[in-house]
């Protein structure tokens, strides 16, 4: 159904999304619901179905099944009222090889009528640096930056961002992060897929957990760490013996090397970690002649959350999704 432009709560509704690769399902029945004006973040380990996602949402691939609105569009249908609306950032970037990196940024922003200001932009990003080499030159993090200021020169409503700071170092990953948040105080919605648990604590609104091409959590970063236990955490030597720690603590909390050199102290029931805790924790390290680390008490970090919801960390470094190879050649040259 189409609804008129303007109307919608929403700049992305996906219901029960369906997409198969021969015999891989990719998208098992996928839901997710993107507010205008905001970040929504999407997370899961490789092959969850996030690219497929984006790929489904911007037209490169078409769903086998489910409910599909981008802007109140159906992106099969209005495919090219939609790519004057919405910006694309995908791991593979489309690039012309041949082209210098500013040629290439200004020849995309001609395509839209009311383009962001190419030099300040460039500038910001950091293209300008490289505004005269070929984009076949430029090293990973330079086409990325280069990619992304491509994806969203022509101030998109919607921008789908795939791993917008992958391989940027720290200055690069901040000017990013500043980008994004300049889009969304303008108005602009924004999809993110990213591994990058400070990118997502830094930016989103709200986050869905997507494991398997299903949904399997939804919510902002605050209310999907606020369940689970109340954790100390601190950094010491490694290897230290715990026994006379568990002794002086109360049986209401338990303590563990959960890596080494990093130590956890985790309530049994609520409220146990308090301020005698604390001290009882300060007290052992100082018996054994070292610092605590970087402590603080609170519940269970994002990653962690993601990580249980997921599967464990074994299930982020598996290949990524299964898509033919035909298909994705197809997908980036239609870009």
Same mark, same amino acid.
């Given at each position: ?24 399902? *990719? ?11 905001? +970040?929504? *973040? ?66 995309? *922003? ?24 070929? +984009? ?200």
């Amino acid at each position: 159904m189409r609804t008129a432009r303007g109307d919608a709560a929403a700049a992305l509704v996906v219901r029960g999304l369906v997409k198969d690769y021969g015999r891989r399902r *990719a998208l098992d029945g996928l839901d997710l619901e993107a507010a205008r004006g905001a +970040v929504t *973040a999407v997370l899961g380990p490789n092959g969850a179905g996030k690219t497929t996602l984006v790929e489904c949402c911007t037209g490169l691939r078409r769903p086998d099944g489910g409910q599909l609105e981008v802007l109140g569009l159906d992106p099969a249908r209005h495919g090219r009222e939609l790519a004057t609306r919405t910006g694309v950032l995908l791991q593979d970037g489309g690039l012309p090889n041949g082209a210098p990196a500013m040629a290439v940024l200004r020849l995309v *922003a001609a395509q839209h009528s009311d383009p962001m200001d190419v030099g300040a932009l460039a500038g910001l990003l950091g293209v300008d640096a490289f505004a005269r080499t070929p +984009v076949r030159r430029l090293s990973g993090g330079q086409r990325q930056r280069l990619a992304l200021a491509c994806a969203v020169v022509g101030r998109p409503e919607l921008a789908f961002l795939d791993e917008p700071s992958t391989g940027l170092d720290p200055h690069g990953r901040a000017a990013v992060w500043d980008l994004l948040e300049r889009l969304r105080a303008a108005g602009a919605s924004v999809l993110l897929t990213t591994h990058s648990m400070a990118e997502v604590e830094r930016l989103a609104d709200a986050v869905v957990v997507v494991r398997d091409g299903r949904t399997v959590a939804t919510g902002t970063v605050a209310e999907l760490t606020s369940s689970g236990p109340e954790v100390a955490r601190f950094g010491a030597t490694a290897g230290l013996p715990l026994a006379a720690l568990r002794t002086a603590l109360p049986t209401t909390v338990s303590a563990a090397e959960a890596a080494p050199g990093r130590y956890e102290v985790t309530a049994l029931e609520p409220g146990a970690v308090d301020p005698q805790v604390v001290a009882t924790v300060a007290s052992w390290c100082a018996s054994h002649g070292v610092l605590p680390e970087g402590l603080s008490v609170g519940r269970r970090s994002l990653e962690e959350v993601v990580l249980e919801l997921t599967g464990g960390p074994s299930t982020w470094d598996g290949a990524p999704e299964g898509r033919d190879p035909a298909g994705a050649a197809r997908a980036g040259a239609s870009r």
